[in-house]
């Protein structure tokens, strides 16, 4: 499985996007990029997944650069309780589902 | 609202001591998994189970067992508990058919002393 890197922590304004880079420069081309964060004291939450097209729902968009190299996610008006770890996670899809998480980068949302 | 419960937010549980942490999930999903998660170290895999009564082992299983009698429970098994089993433990499930849109539980906070 393709190994990401994510940058350790970032800072956002309140009611400003917020972009979230992730590295996967050894992705294959049916490796799929899921995104997960985690609030303090509780499990991790999905928050969106792609393969190569961009992807957007409810809680955030996913950006993927065309040679799948790079992705960012995009959370287009941070509040308060977006402050989490986001984890940025590259896995070849199986009927088994064996999630691998990283560090992550913990994004704090500041008034 | 869906969920997956574990059965304890909290727990104080003594050396050597048979530690079962409970998993319940209303969601019909086929895929349970086991998690532990320590500073540093993020979150490791223990145990997953794709059926009732299959089990698989994931990167750390030394010292655990797993029990998936029902498709909706999985259960941790700490056999004899030791100091260093002290964790957050999560448990997770997901459908075969989006085995990577995980549901996690809120944990247990496990403490052995």
């Known amino acids: 499985d393709a190994k990401t890197t994510q940058p350790p922590s970032m800072d956002c304004a309140e009611g400003r996007a917020a972009n979230l880079p992730c590295n996967h420069s050894?992705?294959?081309?049916?490796?799929?990029v899921y995104w997960y964060r985690q609030i303090h004291s509780q499990g991790p939450q999905y928050i969106i997944h792609g393969l190569k097209n961009n992807e957007t729902n409810e809680m955030a968009s996913l950006i993927i650069t065309e040679d799948r190299k790079s992705s960012t996610l995009i959370l287009p008006h941070a509040t308060l309780r977006d402050t989490a770890v986001y984890y940025c996670i590259v896995m070849l899809t199986d009927s088994w589902g064996k999630l691998q998480f990283g560090a992550g980068t913990q994004v704090v949302v500041t008034p | 609202d869906v969920k997956v419960t574990q059965s304890s937010r909290y727990l104080v549980k003594r050396t050597g001591e048979k530690v079962f942490l409970e998993c319940v999930q209303d969601?019909?999903?086929?895929?349970m998994f086991w998690y532990r998660q320590d500073p540093g170290l993020g979150l490791r895999l223990i145990y997953f189970?794709?059926?009732?009564?299959?089990?698989e082992k994931g990167d750390i299983p030394e010292g655990y067992s797993v029990s998936r009698e029902k498709k909706e429970r999985f259960s941790l098994i700490l056999e004899s508990a030791s100091t260093n089993q002290t964790s957050m433990y999560l448990c997770?499930?997901?459908?075969?058919?989006?085995?990577?849109?995980?549901?996690f539980g809120s944990g247990t906070r496990l403490t052995v002393v």
């Open positions: 969601m019909d999903h086929e895929n």
């Open positions: 189970s794709y059926d009732v009564k299959m089990k």
């Open positions: 050894t992705i294959s081309g049916n490796e799929y």
């Open positions: 997770a499930s997901s459908s075969r058919l989006a085995p990577y849109g995980y549901t």
